[in-house]
């Protein structure tokens, strides 16, 4: 059985650097699919979210509509409350039994994985897969070494970089700009018509 990768996140909203380095991954490591697990409320942005969690769910499902290897979970909705990754992974875990769950993380993260809640059960449950950037390599070596027999369930990864952040899109609707190229039309049309990020 192929893997299944999955990407968590707020996608306040999902852009498309979300989309294609989910494909980037997919084709990669020859992945079953990629399943996007939008958070209820992310731990590390409490008091932080722009868009309701319904809303966000919504533009997540527009932005991977039609793909086939894409897959949406509400697994953190039915908890309704902040959900550590190591919570939904033990649940992604049962549904998902006979297969590797590759948990899809930024270089970014990885200097901060030791203070995740539950790391090393997590790492019984995952396999993280690094998306590489310039600049973390010292970091990724130093989170291998810190977790010795745990260093070979972190994958790197060498995608192109999608120079797009939600923080961008959401700077740009306040501005009144187009956003052609950085979000799925459909997630664009969303916004406008529901006026997010005014």
Do not use: C
């Amino acid at each position: 059985m192929k893997p299944l990768g999955i990407l968590g996140g707020s996608f306040d909203p999902i852009h498309n650097g979300h989309t294609m380095l989910a494909r980037d991954v997919y084709e990669q490591l020859g992945l079953e699919q990629v399943i996007f697990i939008p958070a209820y409320i992310a731990p590390h942005k409490i008091g932080r979210s722009f868009a309701s969690p319904t809303d966000r769910y919504r533009m997540t499902e527009l932005a991977i509509a039609g793909v086939p290897y894409f897959s949406i979970s509400d697994v953190e909705f039915k908890k309704k409350n902040i959900s550590y990754t190591v919570d939904t992974m033990r649940v992604m875990k049962k549904v998902y039994p006979l297969q590797d769950l590759f948990f899809i993380i930024g270089a970014d993260s990885v200097a901060e994985l030791q203070t995740w809640n539950g790391i090393d059960e997590l790492f019984t449950l995952v396999k993280f897969v690094v998306v590489y950037r310039p600049g973390y390599d010292e970091k990724i070596a130093l989170a291998k070494r810190h977790f010795g027999k745990n260093a070979d369930r972190i994958i790197v990864v060498h995608t192109p970089e999608y120079a797009v952040s939600s923080t961008t899109v959401r700077e740009r609707v306040l501005k009144g700009l187009s956003l052609t190229g950085m979000v799925a039309p459909k997630v664009e049309k969303y916004i406008l018509e529901h006026g997010l990020y005014k």
